[in-house]
């Protein structure tokens, strides 16, 4: 079922703005063409009346018959010319009998039904108008008058009618115009609509496409001139944002004070341990090293978690691949390893600097240990504000099994191998501080492949 209240609103607005108008052109058309119907069947009543008083005037009563006047109409003299006229008495049994009638009715008669006698017989004197089949069972529009003539005993009824279909014909095509006028003008109507509307919101557009730049962090702030309608909304925006910033660097004072506050003892404990060599040295140097590495875990995952949240922070990728491919190829150059890296120079990681230099550096770093001698690293856009982060290396990689144990914290696959079993599980988290994710797998070098999917910065 459709929800009207997630529908955007120009095609709220325009939607509504189209039922209306097309339910006001709709009526109006019917009201125009009903209009123009009835004027025409009025003027046409008008000449039937004409004709039901001639009769009327006309007629005369000699030696107790009725007679019809002489009429110089020339259409009713014609058979089945489509104007015709007759005169009927009505004897005492309500019976309608015809006594005189223009030549145009051939050998056809014009009969009252009883519901039109009746409103004859309630208005006498008075024209009534009705419609009625003629001959050739043409529709036909007729005018009547029911009269007593001085000399005849029985009411006359004088009928004249003649055939609609010309007044019928010009309502179709009148009708036909204006619905053709009126959809033009309706279509014109939507259309000056959607212009209106699309006009009348270009500054709530403005205003999201400057939120949507603060957001990629190309502005820190709000600062277009809106209507007064938006103003307070862009004035609670900009406070918004900088009440989120102000609660960022709130915590990053905490947090680096905790650190402080907390690395000092540990690193107090571990130089005394070592200085007082025995088991109960040996125990309290390896729990406080623990306790450092859980505190960097919990301090580096605090701090990841509050940059992802915030806005306007954009890190070129380019310069830092090429600064970590010098300095790990002068790492490990008793290997002799070269590292091949390639990325866009407008490509830039929606994050801090020294985020992105740990991701991908332990990543490389990782890469370094294993590698024979040959390390490629790509970084390019995957999708919409994502980027993807590829190393792969010439090692002995990992088998499928072994490689969602890789990134589990302090799991060393080789005990032999130098490290502590961090680095991965450091990606791993920040990572997904990030809205990330990290992909083990095979690389076409040969060794292990790890993939990193990040936020991108647009452009």
């Known amino acids: 079922m459709l929800d009207l209240r997630r529908r955007s609103l ?16 709709l009526i109006a058309g019917v009201f125009l063409t009903a209009q123009f119907r009835s004027a025409a069947i009025r003027r046409f009543d008008q000449s039937l009346a004409v004709l ?26 014609r058979a089945y010319s489509g104007r015709y006229w007759v005169i009927l008495d009505k004897s005492p049994e309500g019976a309608m ?19 039109q006698i009746d409103r004859l017989d309630a208005a006498p004197g008075q024209t009534q108008y009705f419609n009625m089949r003629g001959p050739q069972d043409k529709p036909l529009r007729a005018a009547a008058i029911l009269a007593r003539l001085p000399g005849y005993a029985d009411p006359v009824v004088f009928l004249a009618a003649e055939d609609r279909t010309p007044i019928d014909a010009d309502a179709d095509r009148f009708a036909g115009v204006t619905a053709i006028a009126l959809t033009i003008l309706a279509g014109g109507l939507v259309l ?51 009440h989120n910033q102000e609660v960022v660097e709130r915590q990053r004072t905490h947090v680096g004070n905790l650190a402080h506050a907390l690395k000092t003892p540990l690193s107090v404990m571990l130089t005394e341990a070592s200085q007082q060599p025995g088991q109960l040295a040996e125990v309290v140097e390896r729990q406080a090293q623990t306790m450092r590495e859980q505190v960097d875990h919990h301090l580096r ?20 691949l090429d600064e970590l491919a010098v300095t790990l190829e002068r790492i490990f150059q ?45 970084a390019a856009p995957s999708g919409e504000a994502r980027m ?68 991108r910065a647009e452009t």
């Not at 039901?52 to 109409?73: F, H, I, K, M, N």
């Open 301 to 320: 995952r605090a701090r990841a978690a509050a940059r992802s949240q915030t806005s306007g922070e954009r890190t070129p990728v380019e310069p830092i």
């Open 192 to 242: 000056a609509t959607v212009v209106q509307v699309r006009f009348g919101l270009t500054p709530l557009f403005r205003l999201r496409r400057e939120v949507a730049a603060v957001r990629r962090g190309k502005a820190e702030r709000v600062d277009g001139v809106y209507p007064e309608e938006l103003e307070p909304l862009a004035v609670e925006l900009n406070a918004l944002l900088a």
């Open 388 to 455: 993807l982060l590829t190393v792969d290396d010439d090692g002995p990689g990992l088998p499928p099994e072994e490689r969602a144990q890789a990134l589990k914290r302090g799991q060393r696959l080789d005990e032999n191998a130098p490290g502590s079993g961090l680095g991965l599980s450091i990606v791993d988290e920040l990572t997904r501080a990030y809205g990330g994710s990290v992909l083990l797998g095979e690389s076409p070098m040969g060794g292990l492949r790890v993939s990193l999917d990040l936020p």
């Open 97 to 115: 009998r015809p006594v005189e009638r223009s030549r145009s009715l051939f050998d056809s008669d014009l009969m009252l039904s009883s519901k």
């Open 334 to 378: 008793d290997k002799g390893v070269e590292i091949d890296w390639r990325c866009p120079e407008d490509l830039c990681f929606q994050g801090e600097k020294q985020d992105f230099m740990e991701l991908a550096g332990n990543v490389m770093e990782n890469a370094g240990k294993w590698c024979k001698g040959r390390i490629r690293a790509e």
């Open 52 to 77: 039901t008083d001639d009769l009327y005037a006309g007629s005369t009563v000699e030696d107790g018959q009725l007679r019809a006047p002489v009429l110089t109409d020339i259409r009713a003299t």
């Open 10 to 25: 120009v095609r709220r607005l325009v939607l509504i703005a189209g039922i209306w108008t097309l339910l006001v052109v």
